[in-house]
């Protein structure tokens, strides 16, 4: 595909110090990563690599924003994405992730694909719960209506039919 190459980071012939890369991140982006969640996208990463001898420090800046669901009341909304992320490569024998910052990889990679990596820092970005902000006044920017029908519902109680049997059962003794 096309759009992935763009991902590609060459490292044969990297010469040694800092080298930055930028990309716009916008829908296809997370079409490419299969996240169906995602309707629409602007974010801007800026890559930073330092290359030294024995390892590669990648530095990953992104701001923007993602048009996502919102968790209580499912219309879309924008959540800003704002953050920093540390990668180090460091040169061995094979391919090893050591930990969520350090990498092995073999001297003789001649490419490596950050699409995943990306992928997954701005994910991690988002907050846990996904929800519209309050406005200045503090009101909800979710769906009214969608609020005043969770309101009814969580105001209706819900009995279990097998309950009601039991019950029904209790009062005949």
Known sequence: MKYAREFM???AGLPLGETVYTFDLEHPFFVLNEDEEVTEAKVHVVLVLNKHENMIELHFKAEGW?????????DLYHQEINGEQQLILKYGETYEEESDEI???PPD???FDIRHLLYEYIILML???R??????EGNSGCNPEVLHRLEQMQSEPVIDPRWEALKKLNNLS
């Open 9 to 11: 980071l060459p490292l």
């Open 109 to 111: 990679l001649h490419e």
């Open 103 to 105: 990498i092995v990889i």
């Open 127 to 129: 907050p846990y719960r």
């Open 66 to 74: 993602i048009e996502l669901p919102c968790d209580r009341c499912a």
């Open 131 to 136: 929800v519209h902000l309050e406005d200045e």
